[in-house]
């Protein structure tokens, strides 16, 4: 196998998962969102761990991702976040996905999909409680859930809602949260008031598990607490979790350099004194960013060495100073291990974007390796 492989803790996944049940009680349920392949870490072999660690629901964003999990076995429950195409209709019926209706027209076109196929869809509610993505608007919900429970077709299994900034401790921010916690509620009561069942209610993502107690109702869906990343740095403490995904290589050659020699494309880097250098193959095409070109350092035997010059399309370069305690052949720990070694809030962190965008961009390149 090729050196460059991401290790996927299972067992970290396992723990994270129980550290999210301890804060959220026994009562509520988990849905994990394994959208984009489980975020970068293989959508199928998460699912099953999940599952097999108490989680009741999967979400992905695509039909196809959930045919996927369909094919691999999977008969969990599997919504679906983002809406698709008419024509696709025909697919999420036949696979049992469960769509998340945002709209009159689209559960009139949900319905007819399932009376073809004489099968009953299950749908959820989506309320736009101030995301701004997709939804309905909280005052038109009572009227769209009326409708679908007037649909022979349709099953009413559950209403929900997304949070933008339930992540953030700015007091704007949670009053923010808390108006939409609040705008889905009084939802959902003019639905019961009405006499229909909501189905199951859920609102809350990695953000409101962390801050906010009252947006748990009777699921949650937190994705990247899962796959071990606090969507709150400063209370990291409220819900422990560890990176799931490690980012792994082998140095494949070593050198000597001589003060002044340059290292890789464009000359950015010329050699402040003797030194010995390590090449890596990994570079930008398995999802190691161009950008953090001078930036960065990776975990060799628990210590951080710095990359040097840029980061190529395949390779890049480490100095490791006189007499490096290190050999050819080491294993390099990228990001996500367990001792010193960068994870990927810091990659974010440098590249001015989140954790999540980190472990999605290691792409189909790099071998998935699942330990626990
Ligand atoms: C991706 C997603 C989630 C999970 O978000 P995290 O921030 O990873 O916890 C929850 N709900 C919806 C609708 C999503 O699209």
Redesign the pocket.
């Known amino acids: 196998m090729r050196a460059t492989k991401a290790v996927i803790h299972l067992d970290c996944l396992k723990e994270n998962i129980a550290s999210i049940r301890r804060k959220i009680g026994p009562k509520v349920g988990i849905c994990v ?1 394994i ?1 984009a392949d489980a975020y970068g870490h293989g959508a199928v072999r998460v699912a099953v761990a999940a599952i097999r660690s108490g989680a009741a629901y999967l979400a992905v964003a695509s039909v196809q991702e959930g045919i996927e999990l369909r094919e691999s076995g999977i008969v969990a429950p599997i919504l679906l ?1 983002s809406l698709p195409l008419p024509e696709e209709l025909p697919a999420v019926v036949e696979h049992h996905l469960t769509l998340m209706i945002t709209d009159k027209e689209f559960a009139e076109e949900a319905a007819s999909a399932a009376r073809e196929q004489d099968e009953i869809a299950n749908v959820h509610i989506k309320i736009d409680t101030g995301m701004g993505r997709i939804g309905c608007r909280p005052e038109d919900a009572l009227e769209l859930a009326a409708f679908i429970a007037s649909c022979k077709s349709l099953r009413y299994a559950g209403t929900a809602s ?1 949070f933008p900034s339930a992540d953030s401790v700015c007091p704007d921010d949670i009053a923010y949260t808390k108006q939409q916690i609040a705008l889905f509620k009084d939802a959902v009561s003019q639905i019961h008031s009405a006499g229909i069942d909501p189905g199951i209610l859920h609102i809350a ?3 409101g598990v962390v801050l906010h107690e009252d947006s748990y109702f009777d699921m949650v ?5 899962m796959y071990g990343y606090p ?1 709150v740095e400063s209370m990291a403490e409220a819900v422990p979790v560890k990176p799931v995904m490690e980012l792994v290589t082998n140095i494949v050659f070593m050198k000597q350099v001589k003060k002044g020699d340059y290292i890789s494309y464009g000359r950015t880097w010329q050699a402040p004194e003797d030194t010995v250098l390590a090449t890596l193959p990994i570079g930008y095409a398995d999802g190691l960013s161009r950008a953090l070109s001078g930036q960065f350092s990776v975990c060799i035997k628990g210590k951080l060495y710095p990359l040097v010059g840029r980061i190529c399309m395949d390779q890049c370069m480490v100095d490791l100073g006189k007499n490096p305690p290190v050999n050819r052949w080491d294993e390099v720990s990228v990001f996500g291990g367990a001792d010193a070694s960068f994870d990927a809030a810091d990659i974010a962190k440098k590249l001015n974007t989140v954790p ?1 965008e980190i472990t999605c961009n290691i792409n189909k390149r790099v071998p998935r390796v699942y330990l626990g």
Do not use: M
Not at 221 to 225: A, C, M, Q, T, V
């Open positions: 969102p959208k976040f997304h993502n990695s953000g869906r937190p994705g990247l607490l969507p999540y």
